[in-house]
């Protein structure tokens, strides 16, 4: 099973598409107005618009009220949407996407997450707070017990000096980076985003290495 890779908070069109050159297969475009990553949806339109096919498109809220979920549905063509705060199932389902529940890992339960969220396509554990915004390069214990869940997507503190080991560690579905493959948040480096990949594509051609 190849691990997937995602590259998050990205802000300009260049970026997405640098990203997607390397090898990524989705990226992630983070709506939520505090963050330094967030984008407009203009800006998000924009950025999908210029991906290559078979790239998915990711849109990241937290706590947002339903109203803002759909005005950014209906102006960004999203493949998937993740919910990084407080949502309940029933929230993240209204809309009838398939979805992503972030699961902060610094006092978070991911096995409490993974039953209350039976139909999210992806459980993302991150190194933050629960409820707390991702991308703050917080890593969390990747050699404790977590679900048997073919869902987990790994992130928080993701770096191509680090990616190895948790890859190694937990065997997720996939991994997902945004501040260690940055030069100034929400500004991508081609050189780290290149790294980055061969990381995840050396360690699973030569697993132990």
Known sequence: MRCRIKICGVTRPED??????AGADAIGLVF???S?????????????AALPPLVSAVGLFLD??????????????LDLL???????AAFCEQ????????VGMAGGDAWAVAREHPAAAGLLLDGHPPGAAGGSGEAF????SLPAEPRIIVAG??????????????????VDCSSGVESAPGIKDRRSIAAFIEEVYRVERHPGD
């Open 95 to 102: 809309f009838g996407d398939r979805y992503i529940k972030a």
């Open 36 to 48: 330094r990553r967030c984008v407009s949806e203009a800006q998000a339109a924009r950025i999908v």
């Open 141 to 144: 214990d990747w050699h404790q």
């Open 157 to 174: 503190g993701l770096r191509v000096d680090n990616v190895a080991e948790a890859v190694e560690a937990i065997r997720p579905w996939g």
């Open 32 to 34: 939520h107005p505090p």
């Open 82 to 88: 993740q919910f990084h705060g407080n949502e309940s």
């Open 64 to 77: 947002a009220d339903a109203a803002q979920v759909r005005r950014v549905r209906s102006a960004v063509p």
């Open 16 to 21: 997405a598409v640098m990203a997607a050159e």
